[in-house]
C-alpha cells in the first residue's frame, strides 16, 4: 500500500505526485457513493480496550472444550505448533467495531494487513478479500494517514499478534497530504512544535507525553478537591502587573481608554477571595511573561497557585509533596523516574535545607559574611556596585547553587528583603518563611507563609531594592490590594506550582516545548 500509484493511463493524470494519487481515490470513493469524510460511529471499541480484551480469545476443540491461549509475552511460544498440538479446533473471540488512522500497510495479494491506531494503542487489521467481499475495492483505495474502521472478530495471527479479522470495512476522512516517511519521521523540532497534528498522528510517544499531562492535571485536581480547596478562575487582564517580578505583556482597553497587562501570577485575586472568605481556594490556569525562550520558559506556560488560610509554608510543603507523588501514581512508573541521563527520586519525604547553609555548603562563604560576599561575587564577575546585600547574594545563589541541587529539595528561608509577599520568621525578621522547590537545577515550586499586615505590605510594594531591575521588583503598587488586606486576610499559606516544568519532569522532557501543545514560535517563512 504505497504513497504513490502509476500513472493512469485512462486519463493522463501523473500519480507520481502522491497528492495527486489521493485525490484521485477521494473521487472514486465519492463515485461509489461513499462519503470519503465519513460520519458517525456507534458502538465502537476503543483500542486499548481491545487488548484488554485480549484473554477473552480462547480455543475451541472439536470436543467442544474451550482453552486458553499460551502466554504470548513468553517469547518462546510458537502459537501454530502450539494450535497443531491440541489438534482439531477453532479460535474463538468477542466481535469489535475499531476505528483509527492507518499506520502501516502490507498487502499481499488477496490479503492486505493494517495497523491503525487510534488515542489508546494501536492494534493490527487483517482484511482478506474472502472475509471482506466487496469491501475489498473499498481498501484497495485506503492510504496511509487514513482514518478508517473495521468490524469482526478479535484474535491471534499464526505468530501470535492480537488481531481483528476484518468482516466489513468502513470509511471515515481521507488524508490530502503525505505523511512522513516511516524512518525519517517528522524530526525537525520546530515542525514538530508547529505542526503539533501531524507530530502527534506520526511519532511514537507523543499523544502518550500529552496524556501523561492530562492524568497529571487530573491529579492536581483531585488532591486539592479532596483536602476542600475551591477551583476559581480569576482574570487575565490586569489593570496592575503584581503578584511577581516579570515583565508583562501590554495590551489597550479601547472603550475605557486605559492600559491592561496580561497577568504574570495568579496570586493576589486569589488573597482577595481570601479576605472574603474562600479559606481554601486554587486556580490552575495560563499566565503570560515578556520574557526570554528557552528550553525552561516559554511566553505563556500553566500554574497553579494555592492558598490555605490558617496554615503556613510548612503546610504548603506538605501538600506540595502531596501533589507530585500522587500525580507520580496516576501516570504509573514508579517514584524512581529518568530524567536525562541521571535518576531522580520523588520518594517522600523530599529533603528540606535552608538558603544559608546550602549558599555555604556550595561556596565556602558564610552569607551573613557581607565582606566575604562581596568578594566573592566579583570574582564571579557580578557587578555589586549600588546593590543591595541580598540582591548580590540571590544572584550568587542563582549562580553557584541552584545548579547543583538535584533534589527534589524544598530550599527554605530565603532573606526578607527580596519576599516582599512572605511573612518574617518572628524570631529572625531578616528572614522569610518561604521555599522553592528544586528538582535537578530547576525551580518547580515558590511557596510563601504568607504576609497579611497591609501596613508593611504597602511599605514593600514602595520598596525598590538598590540595584535590581524593574521587571526584577515587586515594587508595584496595587491599591486595591492592600484595600482588600485591611479588610483581614486570614493568616495562611500559599504556594504556585509550574505545571509545565513538573510534566517535563516525571515524563523525562527536556524541552518545555514538548510538553506543550502549542508552544510559542516565529512565523513561519514563505517557500
Not at 553557584?400 to 527580596?418: C, H, N, R, W
Request: glycine fraction near 8%; include cysteine.
Amino acid at each position: 500500500m504505497n504513497q504513490t500509484a502509476a500513472s493512469d493511463p485512462d486519463n493522463g493524470d501523473d500519480f507520481t505526485d502522491p497528492r495527486v494519487a489521493r485525490r484521485s481515490k477521494l473521487q472514486k470513493l465519492t463515485d461509489m457513493g461513499i462519503d470519503p469524510f465519513g460520519g458517525r460511529f456507534d458502538d465502537r471499541t476503543w483500542i486499548g480496550d481491545c487488548h484488554a480484551m485480549s484473554d477473552q480469545v480462547k480455543f475451541r476443540t472439536a470436543e467442544g472444550e474451550t482453552i486458553d491461549l499460551p502466554d504470548f509475552n513468553d517469547d518462546s511460544v510458537d502459537y501454530r505448533q502450539w494450535k497443531t498440538d491440541h489438534g482439531p479446533g477453532e479460535e474463538i473471540g468477542p466481535k469489535v467495531r475499531v476505528a483509527g488512522r492507518i499506520q502501516f500497510a502490507r498487502p499481499t495479494g488477496k490479503l492486505i494487513f493494517l495497523n491503525i491506531k487510534d488515542w489508546t494503542g494501536s492494534l493490527q487489521i487483517f482484511i482478506g478479500k474472502k472475509q471482506v467481499g466487496d469491501d475489498f475495492e473499498l481498501a484497495k483505495l485506503f492510504d496511509l494517514g487514513d482514518l478508517v474502521g473495521a468490524e469482526g472478530r478479535l484474535g491471534r495471527t499464526n505468530t501470535g499478534e492480537l488481531t481483528v479479522f476484518a468482516e466489513k470495512l468502513f470509511f471515515h476522512t481521507k488524508m490530502l497530504e503525505v505523511p512522513p516517511e516511516k524512518h525519517a519521521g517528522l524530526t525537525d523540532p520546530d515542525l514538530k512544535q508547529r505542526m503539533r497534528y501531524a507530530d502527534m498522528a506520526f511519532n511514537d510517544g507523543v499523544m502518550e507525553t500529552f496524556m501523561a499531562r492530562t492524568k497529571i492535571i487530573q491529579s492536581i485536581r483531585r488532591t486539592l478537591d479532596d483536602q476542600q480547596f475551591c477551583e476559581v478562575e480569576g482574570p487575565t487582564l490586569h489593570a496592575v502587573a503584581g503578584g511577581a517580578a516579570a515583565r508583562p505583556f501590554t495590551t489597550h482597553h479601547n472603550a475605557l481608554d486605559m492600559p491592561l497587562y496580561m497577568r504574570i501570577a495568579l496570586e493576589l485575586h486569589l488573597k482577595r477571595l481570601m479576605v472574603g472568605g474562600m479559606e481554601r481556594v486554587y486556580e490552575l490556569g495560563r499566565v503570560y511573561r515578556n520574557e526570554g525562550i528557552s528550553p525552561r520558559h516559554n511566553p505563556e506556560f500553566t500554574m497553579l497557585e494555592a492558598y490555605q488560610a490558617y496554615g503556613d509554608y510548612g503546610t504548603m510543603m506538605d501538600l506540595t509533596e502531596r501533589l507530585i507523588v500522587d500525580a507520580i501514581d496516576a501516570i504509573g512508573g514508579g517514584y524512581v523516574r529518568p530524567f536525562g541521563d541521571v535518576d531522580i527520586d520523588f520518594t517522600p519525604p523530599f529533603q528540606r535545607a535552608t538558603y544559608a547553609e546550602l549558599f555555604a555548603k556550595a561556596t565556602n562563604v558564610d552569607p551573613a559574611d557581607e565582606s566575604a560576599v562581596i568578594e566573592l561575587a566579583k570574582k564571579l564577575g557580578l557587578e555589586t556596585e549600588g546593590k543591595h546585600p541580598d540582591v548580590v547574594r540571590n544572584e550568587i545563589f542563582e549562580e553557584k547553587v541552584e545548579d547543583t541541587l538535584q533534589g527534589p529539595i524544598f530550599v527554605i528561608d530565603y532573606p526578607a528583603s527580596i519576599c516582599p509577599l512572605t511573612k518574617r520568621k518572628a524570631d529572625q525578621p531578616e528572614i522569610a518563611e518561604r521555599f522553592e522547590l528544586f528538582i535537578n537545577g530547576m525551580e518547580l515550586a515558590n511557596a510563601y507563609t504568607e504576609l497579611n499586615d497591609p501596613d508593611l505590605q504597602q511599605a514593600l510594594f514602595e520598596t525598590q531594592l538598590q540595584g535590581q531591575d524593574d521587571e526584577d521588583s515587586m515594587a508595584k503598587m496595587d491599591h486595591d490590594f492592600i484595600r482588600a488586606l485591611r479588610y483581614a486576610m486570614p493568616p495562611a499559606g500559599g504556594l504556585g506550582v509550574g505545571i509545565d516544568r513538573l510534566v517535563m519532569l516525571l515524563t523525562n522532557k527536556r524541552s518545555i516545548r514538548d510538553v506543550i501543545l502549542f508552544p510559542v514560535l516565529r512565523p513561519e517563512k514563505d517557500s
